[in-house]
């Protein structure tokens, strides 16, 4: 059965893809909870006009992530902490990496894109991976003294 998706399904296809899904599935989840619509011919029309605009959207960001990772690929970010020995007293989060990049490189960075482990706890040098799009990833450079 063709249906057209309504929202992101992982592993299916995004908003407003036209996909082929067997019917018992289509049936049973997709249409009583409001996933996808039947495909019919008008619908499908539709469908394609918002496909295009949704490409178009994603062409946009991905250009604009692209400057952006052209900015940050050579950046480097200094945190000085107070710490004993090496252990910081607190540590470095995403919040505090996207603040320090929109004071020090005038570049916005949502601290969902930044993509760390976990906080950083310890003195040291660390590389810190961004996602801005979808396949546009940057990495910075953070370095982390102790405050003396």
């Known amino acids: 059965m063709k249906v057209i998706l309504k929202t992101r399904i992982p592993h299916l296809g995004y908003e407003w893809d036209i996909v082929t899904v067997k019917d018992g599935y289509a049936r049973n989840?997709?249409?009583p909870k409001k996933?996808?619509?039947v495909a019919t011919p008008n619908r499908i029309k539709i469908a394609e006009k918002r496909m295009e605009e949704r490409i178009k959207?994603?062409?946009e960001l991905?250009?604009?992530a692209k400057e952006?990772?052209?900015k940050l690929a050579h950046a480097k970010l200094t945190f000085k902490k107070k710490a004993r020995g090496k252990?910081?007293?607190g540590s470095i989060s995403e919040k505090d990496i996207a603040e320090a990049l929109k004071k020090e490189h005038k570049v916005e960075v949502d601290?969902?894109?930044?993509k760390l482990k976990e906080h950083l706890k310890e003195v040291g040098d660390y590389k810190v991976a961004i996602h801005l799009a979808e396949k546009v990833k940057v990495e910075i450079k953070v370095k982390i003294e102790a405050e003396q």
């Open 87 to 89: 252990k910081l007293y």
């Open 29 to 31: 989840f997709l249409l």
């Open 111 to 114: 601290k969902d894109a930044i």
């Open 35 to 37: 996933l996808a619509d």
């Open 68 to 70: 952006v990772a052209e």
């Open 57 to 59: 959207k994603m062409e």
């Open 62 to 64: 991905v250009a604009n």
